[in-house]
């Protein structure tokens, strides 16, 4: 029988931290502040923050672009044991990528109560057609994912 895969969560803070700083610089570029950082073996693989407006890419989320910079910087289309690290719930593209690229762990801020498909709008992670199964862990700071959101569509109300 094969023994489970122990998860160090030692570190799971400070990576979300970093993936705060990058979402902060994503709002000072005019984006919707969300960053992702995807972490292989202890080590950032990839780095990204929302970027749609500036790429004029609807694909480039957060998420989106730390997987793709962690894929072209291992030369391989699948990460397994990595984990990545998301101020905000993934949306269903996002989630889809999640699991094509073997992404084995997804730590996440804050709910989206309005596209989120981790747990928000449905529970695509369980679905029983997935060929590839996610580890999902939501509201790690939570209260501080979510505040930056709440100032930067506040700011861009007035």
Not at 59 to 69: F, G, K, N, P, Y
Not at 82 to 110: D, F, K, N, Q, W
Request: net charge neutral.
């Amino acid at each position: 029988m094969r023994q489970p895969k122990i998860i160090d969560r030692s570190q799971d803070e400070r990576f979300m931290r970093e993936a705060l700083a990058l979402a902060a610089e994503g709002a000072q570029r005019g984006e919707v502040p969300v960053g992702a950082l995807l972490v292989q073996d202890g080590e950032v693989i990839g780095r990204g923050f929302n970027c749609p407006i500036s790429t004029s890419d609807p694909s480039a989320h957060a998420e989106m672009v730390a997987i793709r910079a962690a894929a072209a910087a291992l030369q391989n289309y699948r990460l397994p044991g990595s984990t990545l690290y998301v101020t905000l719930e993934p949306c269903s593209m996002c989630a889809g990528l999640i699991v094509h690229s073997r992404v084995s762990r997804v730590v996440y801020g804050t709910a989206e109560p309005k596209a989120g498909v981790a747990i928000s709008r449905g529970q695509f992670f369980e679905q029983s057609f997935l060929n590839h199964r996610v580890l999902i862990e939501g509201g790690l700071l939570a209260e501080e994912c979510s505040e930056m959101l709440s100032a930067f569509f506040k700011a861009r109300r007035a």
